[in-house]
């Protein structure tokens, strides 16, 4: 995990120098890192934005008690796994670290909103397509389950064309990461969510 370090400090930094106490964490991968209108998006939750790029939910369970255990938010937004699958992780493995983040956050938050966005697909990771498929799947049932103030947030769906291939218009020439009208889409699956936990 030390090739996260920097951004890790990073984060632990801004923390620092933060002047309003957080309600709404977003956690996770570059996705959540390069989201640059985050802030104006959810300005009305008072959201932070705690992505860190490279990451894995792996990592995101190993720094949760640097990262977000400081905060004191009234709910938190998860994507990540997306790395785990392109690093060669089965996806029960991905399910056992989502597991983990659970029960993390119940240990240390309570029963707090935990809303986990599906991974999403990609045209550069087309190879593990049915890979993305089946983690989606396992914790979507798994949230089904145990009900419990958890939250599956499909944007798989509304990112796929009719034949169920990735939509390029959603993600930058690089066929990986979300470009501005991705986060649009985002935005606007996620809101409803949003809006519900803060009532």
Known sequence: MQWYENEVQRLEQEKA????EPKMVFYGS?????????YQD???YQPVNLGFGGSTLAACV???DRLLAPYHPESIIVYAGDND?????????????FKQLVASTRQRFGNIPLAF?????SISRWNIVDSIRYTNKIIEEEIKKEGNNLHFVNVYNRMTDNAGYPKREF???DGLHINEKGYALWKEILLPYVSAFSK
Not at 17 to 20: K, M, N, R, T
Not at 30 to 38: G, Q, T
Not at 117 to 121: G, L, R, V, Y
């Open 171 to 173: 993600l930058d020439p």
């Open 42 to 44: 959810f300005a009305a």
């Open 117 to 121: 966005i599906s991974i999403k697909p």
């Open 62 to 64: 190993w720094f949760f």
């Open 17 to 20: 120098v933060l002047q309003y």
């Open 30 to 38: 570059s996705s959540i890192r390069l989201w640059d209108s985050l």
């Open 85 to 97: 699958l392109g690093d060669g992780r089965h996806p029960e493995e991905v399910f056992i670290f």
